[in-house]
């Protein structure tokens, strides 16, 4: 995630990105900024290779993705698949939520994301509202 790696065009795309962050996105964000999430320094909107990712957190090398229903139809399952394969060759993990989850369950998704993260008891009992996990 260095600024040397990332071009100017991409740098852009991304800034332009955190201006226009959804209802789901502000939400989960005001929960992850600041090291709120038990100490995890997560950014929003990071260049990574050519993709820019929601939220990514690099001292765990993990990767939030909120996603709206358009991430359903055929076209954006394909390209998330291909996203997510190269993501996780760069040794990534994916965490995908709906936003419906983020904003009726946002409680769960955090302690979700703070279970994969490894700062939590696995044992808990916990629901899963992530789409996926991708290691």
């Not at 090291?35 to 909107?45: D, K, P, V, Y």
């Amino acid at each position: 995630m260095g600024h040397d790696l990332v071009s100017p065009r991409q740098r852009k795309n991304a800034k332009s990105m955190r201006r226009m962050m959804t209802d789901a996105e502000l939400k989960l964000w005001n929960e992850l900024r600041a090291h709120r999430l038990m100490g995890l320094s997560f950014r929003r909107q990071v260049p990574i290779g050519p993709y820019i990712v929601d939220f990514g957190c690099s001292d765990k090398k993990l990767i939030i993705e909120v996603d709206g229903s358009q991430h359903a139809d055929t076209e954006h399952v394909e390209r998330d698949a291909e996203r997510s394969a190269y993501l996780k060759a760069s040794g990534w993990t994916i965490l995908r939520f709906w936003n419906d989850d983020v904003i009726r369950d946002i409680d769960n998704v955090c302690q979700h994301i703070v279970i994969v993260a490894g700062l939590a008891d696995a044992a808990r009992p916990a629901r899963e509202p992530a789409r996926e996990a991708i290691s």
